[in-house]
């Protein structure tokens, strides 16, 4: 017999609004799996159990009220938020000790968009400190595990949101990608996850955009339910240093989600442009499986170059450590820190603006030398990562921040180049290993075009369903 979490968000919101379900029972379903099932997987940093049910309450008004065709698309269905992210009057810690009694005074802006969409808010979703790692764990919160084995890491910086929807805790939720943190935990938690092209979602009001490494984005079971909640939380405002250019009147990317996306170019390239890193023999069979697939799909896929080599990654390392200094730390907390972000904001402290500007100008031009050659392509398809779920602990082990940064590069060589360049870029759950370990493959469009990710992640989706897979934990 099915039960709530079986369904798909569009499902629940469809129940919704025919008056099958109510948003009151959808929540109190999540937030008692929250209370039973969370302890194993660390999903959540903070519960907002009596806000969520407030929200539900009034959705359930509205349903009762306004005609089925008046309603907000998501209404009742509940979306966490990750806590890098702010909820006006919810409990905000950046995954950080320096942060733990810290309240959010505004929301973000894609937040307000998703309340407009009529969701309902469950918590705050587990992240390392201040999003720099791409694991989970911190020292204020259990590590985020990935349900499929639990002695492995959920990934990161959004691992607390992608092992809430692998879990069955939530339905969809918000995740953020500066360097691969909604890829890399999609992959190891086998959900689609997809970064938006630059200036598709607004960082609005607080966050500042800088080079526009990192957006928001959606992970969730299917293609669909992505785009809907990209749909729900896309838009700019004015003051926004990148916007995207939007849809064509009229469309939506669920719309999008829907169609076919008829015969493709796509270059494929698995070396990756860290020197030295050799991916998994089940990451490449991921890969290669992924090729027989969309080439029996009718694409025409042909091998390609990596675009980018070691030199842009080293620049990467440069913003990256600059980025670990933008949000404040009292003096008195600074010993409160773990050792990574210690490290990094050391680093930081030690370049001069030359360094920064030299290494901004430098990814500016390797992004101006790959583009042309990327641009022949209607996506790139290559691992997401270079090797299976870390186990928790991996890479801290050692209390050495050097080496934890490099088994990090080693672990996701591939991801951050497309948050350099701002195109869209999607993992895609096609694969598991043998013991039951899922493999993403990536995915990669030409700016500004999530539309033609969205429809060919779903022609892939068709031809080998995924969302029916679900760990042992999903029954619990």
Known sequence: MSQIHDLTALEQAEAVRRRELSPVEITDHYLDRIDRLDEQVGAFITVTAESAREQARKAEERVLRDAPEDLPPLLGVPVPIKDLDPVAGVRHTFGSVAYADNTA???????VRL??????????TNTPEFGSPCYTENDIAPPARTPWDTSRSAGGSSG????????????????????GSIRIPASVCGL????????????????????????????????????????????????DYYTAPPLPAGETFLDHAGR??????????????VPGVQPDPAVLEAYEDATRLLTGLGHDVEEVDCPFDASTLRMFSVVWAAMAVATPVPPEFEDRLRPL?????????????????????????????AMPAMLGYDALLSPTLAALPAPVGHFDAGDDPEEEFARMTRFTP???????????????????????????????????????????????????????????????
């Open 115 to 124: 309340r407009a969409a009529g969701t309902v808010m469950t918590g705050k």
């Open 260 to 273: 076919e996306p008829g015969r493709l170019r796509i270059g494929r390239f698995s070396t990756p442009p």
């Open 341 to 369: 972000s210690r490290s990094l904001r050391a680093k930081a402290r030690g370049l001069s603006v030359e360094d920064y500007m030299r290494a901004t100008a430098g990814l500016q031009l390797a992004i101006r030398k």
């Open 160 to 179: 607390g949101a992608a092992a809430a929807v692998a879990a069955g805790l939530a339905p969809v939720a918000q995740g953020s990608d500066g360097g």
């Open 192 to 239: 689609f996850g997809i970064k938006p092209s630059r200036g598709r979602i607004s960082s609005a009001p607080v966050r500042p955009d800088y080079i526009g490494l990192s957006t928001s984005g959606p992970l969730a079971r299917t293609v669909a339910d992505a785009a809907a909640l990209l749909d729900a939380m896309a838009g700019s405002l004015p003051g």
């Open 105 to 111: 005074a505004v929301d973000a802006e894609f937040v």
């Open 414 to 476: 591939y991801t951050s180049m497309f948050n350099v360049t701002g195109q869209p870029s999607a993992s895609v759950p096609l694969h598991w290993t043998p013991e039951g370990l899922p493999v993403g493959v990536m995915l990669t469009g030409r700016m500004g075009e999530e539309a033609t990710l969205l429809s060919l992640s779903a022609q892939l989706e068709k031809a080998r369903p995924w969302a029916e897979r679900r760990p042992r934990l999903w029954d619990a």
